[in-house]
């Protein structure tokens, strides 16, 4: 972790007649934030509850032609003093350092999150790992794991009882179960007549689970119980780096992906009918890298604009094909008590296809990322750490 700047303020000015508020860093930089912006975001007691800390007032509160009709730095902060009104606030620097929004680092086009850390098959050698055990009694480790699971969008866990359920006792780390039409959790196991083709002994491709639901599942653990099977390894791939290499290697084929929808479905043993649509690539309004939806078995029929179907197909192939990639893949073997993680809209998951006379079976179920980060940037909080 590369050691925090502490943010000092030199300097504050008004600039555009009161309109703007200027700071002047100590570390050289400069940021600009509007008098707006600066009293909708006041942290004092009349402008956000001091409990739970949400916001009082609502945007036809201000006055939008409000203006800054003082500031300076003191110990605490810079002071800001509005008109009209008169109000009088003070913000802390570190919160108006993480805050700045004026041209500040701002990834490029198609680039993920800051914290996001693309891999390839070299992470193989380093898989981020913990023991269930040391999960549970350690809340350092538990976030270094977490962090892990921010940062490279899966990781890896040993130890946790070979028996059903207990991956829904994993999930209470972080989270929550979300319950589908699968169930709470789901055994993964080949199955006559069965209604999914993970329920089957074939290979499956490297795929995003339940892409025909929204929202879409974030997280998913797959729990080994069993693996006397010949086969069945786990096979996973980066979605972002994928993106990425297709990015650099075709840009208008990631561009193809990004901007039309592509329709999924599933029909299940008639019980379900699940169907939406999501861009295979999904960018923020922004342009960050914001999801990867990919699952052949569950697309459905594309209805991209008649003169761009040949082009999008070329895409799409392209990038199945950067997925089917052997240095972008890493490849391992589920052991019983072993258990892995992934973010659902950014690591494909896959496996080889087994024996299926022999006894594999898994147990999985679906989570939400949002927790999880929540439940992580609490343990930070607690631990005094900055985000890792
Ligand atoms: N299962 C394992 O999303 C999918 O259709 C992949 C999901 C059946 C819950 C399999
Ligand atoms: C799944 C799946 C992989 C496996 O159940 O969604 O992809 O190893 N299973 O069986
Ligand atoms: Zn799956």
Redesign the pocket.
């Known amino acids: 972790m590369t050691p925090a700047y502490e943010p000092r303020i030199d300097r504050v000015e008004t600039a555009e007649d009161g309109g703007v508020l200027a700071v002047q860093w100590s570390d050289g930089s400069r940021s600009r934030y509007h008098a707006l912006w600066l009293r909708d975001n006041a942290l004092d007691a009349a402008t956000r509850d001091p409990v739970g800390g949400q916001r009082l007032i609502t945007v036809l509160d201000l006055d939008p032609d409000i203006r800054i009709a003082g500031a300076s730095v003191t110990p605490a902060g810079a002071e800001v003093a509005f008109q009209p009104g008169g109000h009088r606030t003070t913000f802390a620097p570190a919160w108006l350092y993480t805050h700045r929004y004026d041209a500040h680092n701002r990834q490029g086009w198609g680039a993920p999150a800051p914290w996001v850390q693309v891999w390839s098959s070299g992470l193989a050698d380093m898989l981020p790992a913990i023991d269930y055990g040391t999960a549970r009694a350690d809340k350092r480790a538990l976030a270094d794991w977490l962090a892990a699971v921010r940062r490279y969008g899966f990781a890896t866990m040993r130890g946790v009882r070979a028996e059903p359920g207990a991956i829904a006792e994993v999930v209470t780390l972080f989270g929550f179960v979300r319950e589908?039409n699968?169930g709470r959790i789901?055994d993964?196991r080949s199955q006559v007549n069965a209604?999914?083709?993970?329920?089957t002994s074939l290979p499956?491709p490297v795929?995003?689970?339940?892409?025909?639901r929204n929202p879409v599942p974030t997280l998913q653990l797959l729990h080994c119980l069993a693996t006397d099977a010949e086969g069945g390894d786990s096979i996973l791939v980066d979605g972002f780096h994928a993106a990425q290499v297709l990015r650099a290697e075709a840009a208008t084929d990631f561009e193809l992906l990004t901007r039309y929808s592509a329709p999924f479905a599933?029909r299940g043993a008639g019980d379900v009918h699940l169907e939406t649509a999501s861009p295979v690539i999904r960018l923020s309004p922004e342009g960050e890298l914001a999801g990867i939806r990919f699952?052949s078995?569950?697309a459905g029929p594309l209805m991209v604009p008649f003169d761009v179907m040949r082009a999008y197909y070329g895409a799409y192939r392209r990038f199945a094909a950067v997925l089917e990639r052997a240095v972008l893949r890493v490849r391992f073997r589920m052991a019983p008590g072993d258990l892995f993680i992934v973010d659902n809209e950014r690591v494909l998951h896959g496996r080889t296809g087994f024996d299926g006379f022999g006894s594999r079976h898994l147990q999985?179920c679906y989570a939400d990322r949002d927790g999880l980060y929540s439940t992580l940037a609490v343990i930070e909080a607690e631990l005094g750490r900055a985000a890792a």
């Open positions: 589908t699968y789901f993964v209604a999914n083709l993970a329920y499956l795929h995003t689970d339940n892409p025909y599933y699952n078995r569950s999985g």
